[in-house]
């Protein structure tokens, strides 16, 4: 069992194509199969090898690990289908010997009047046959003149072609509506259709999933790996995902590339547990890793309705990873953040501190500027709070410290006696005294990573308040 993952590298992997290359990967390793990636890099002008390394360093970063491909070659390569023009070239000889296929010297004119003429007429545009069936003395003719050609598919008449679609179940075209096709650009390149149909086959793929807007092209392919004698792989569209309110993902979701994820500080983790359940149902709501997520990935588990974009589940997923991450997980991400301005010695302490009340690294920048600054900056809302506490209630606790110093209990014990308070009226401004803010952290781990002179220093300015 082989899947596979094909993209053209023109531009960064985006939350669409990953969600793909995913699914290929847990339905692979679900079954004990190989997970094949494979560079679509026919069109020269848009395709670039920066993309390609962004691709396997995006891939590598998610986790999602192809078994073969460029790094891994199991005898199947090369994997780049640019490097393919070779191979191709015989299945071209081969359609042509068979009469599958004719060069077409109609210009980009001739072609966009026939289709307006169509849909003029209320037809589907489609290749009209102009150049189908020429004679062999014309076409040297044209040749000889100078004048440059396509290669399209015949495509044969009057013939149903039918799959059974991994998702969508059986699935029906007939030939009369598929129009001669472009199988090699005029400037000798493969089309999509060709070079993706053509390996597939020869690279012994046997299940291929792939976005829906593909669907049309199945029938396509399935006719050349025919007139090849090839085998075809199965296919299954996937449903494209979309806007909550059902539009096509707009150009903000959309263009959201698996880098500028990382670079917002998203968790790997957090993505791939997200994607895996768009269009896949999973019975367990539980964070799992990669390798658990293959183990209860099921075909039958996949939905035909399109699959909805919802950034607060991201960000639950993002919240459960928080959760789960151990310490040497949480720096690895947090520490880019912090490290300006926390001193090493206490980096894992800081960190250990506030993980858990961030979501991005961003959070723990806010924190680190909150509790190492040498004044404390209120929130609007803290700032009436000290305002409306007396003056006597800090300096309550600045006595309290000296007394009892900043182990918690004692600490805490020692102000309620003094104050007479409890509940919120004591807690809260205390913590917005220490921090600024009105959540966060257990004050206990506050304190004790602030130590006696911060708080003291804090509390000063809470009594001192000058607004
Ligand atoms: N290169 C094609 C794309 O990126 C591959 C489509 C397919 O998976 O067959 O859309």
Redesign the pocket.
């Known amino acids: 069992m082989k899947t596979r993952f094909?993209?053209?590298p023109t531009g960064y992997v985006h939350l669409g194509n990953i969600r793909t290359a995913l699914f290929n990967a847990l339905y692979a390793h679900s079954k004990q199969g190989t997970f094949l990636v494979r560079i679509?890099d026919t069109d020269l002008a848009r395709s670039h090898n920066d993309y390609v390394e962004a691709l396997f360093e995006d891939m590598a970063w998610l986790g999602i690990q192809n078994d073969e491909g460029p790094h891994h070659d199991h005898g199947f390569g090369p994997y780049f289908q640019s490097k393919r023009a070779d191979i191709y070239a015989k299945y071209y000889e081969e359609l042509e010997h068979k009469g599958m296929a004719f060069p077409c010297f109609c210009t980009e004119e001739q072609l966009a009047l026939n289709r307006k003429v169509q849909q003029s007429a209320g037809l589907p545009p489609r290749y009209s046959g102009t150049c189908r069936n020429l004679s062999e003395a014309l076409v040297k003719q044209n040749f000889q003149s100078g004048k440059t050609a396509t290669l399209r598919f015949k495509v044969p008449t009057g013939k149903t072609i039918e799959f059974n679609d991994l998702v969508r179940g059986v699935q029906r075209f007939n030939s009369n509506d598929i129009g001669d096709f472009i199988i090699r650009r005029a400037d000798g390149t493969s089309s999509?259709l060709f070079s993706?149909a053509i390996d597939d086959a020869l690279m012994q793929v046997t299940h291929?999933m792939?976005g829906e807007d593909?669907v049309a092209n199945t029938p396509r392919q399935i006719l050349i790996q025919q007139a090849l004698d090839l085998s075809s792989p199965m296919y299954g569209h996937l449903p494209l995902i979309v806007s909550s309110d059902s539009s096509p993902l707009s150009k903000r979701l959309g263009s959201w590339s698996v880098r500028e994820m990382r670079n917002l500080g998203y968790l790997p983790i957090a993505i791939i547990n997200y994607l895996a359940r768009l269009g896949h149902n999973y019975e367990s709501n539980e964070l799992m890793p990669i390798e658990e997520l293959a183990k209860h990935f099921s075909i039958d588990a996949l939905g035909r309705a399109p699959a909805h974009f919802d950034g607060q589940q991201l960000l639950h997923w993002q919240r459960e990873a928080i959760a789960k991450a151990d310490l040497a997980k949480l720096k690895e991400w947090l520490l880019p953040a912090i490290q300006d301005k926390i001193a090493i010695e206490h980096e894992d302490a800081f960190i250990a501190l506030i993980s858990h009340n961030c979501v991005f690294p961003a959070d723990a920048t806010a924190w680190a500027n909150r509790l190492c600054a040498d004044e404390v900056n209120y929130e609007e809302e803290c700032a009436e709070i000290v305002k409306n506490t007396p003056a006597e209630f800090f300096a309550s606790a600045i006595e309290a410290v000296n007394d009892q110093g900043i182990q918690y209990t004692a600490f805490m014990d020692a102000l309620k006696q003094k104050t007479t308070l409890k509940g919120k009226q004591l807690f809260q401004p205390l913590r917005v005294a220490l921090t600024g803010v009105l959540h966060g952290p257990e004050l206990a781990d506050i304190m004790g990573f602030l130590g006696k002179e911060r708080i003291i220093n804090r509390l000063e300015q809470a009594k001192n308040r000058e607004f």
Request: charged share 20%.
């Open positions: 094909a993209p053209s679509e999509f993706n291929a792939r593909h």
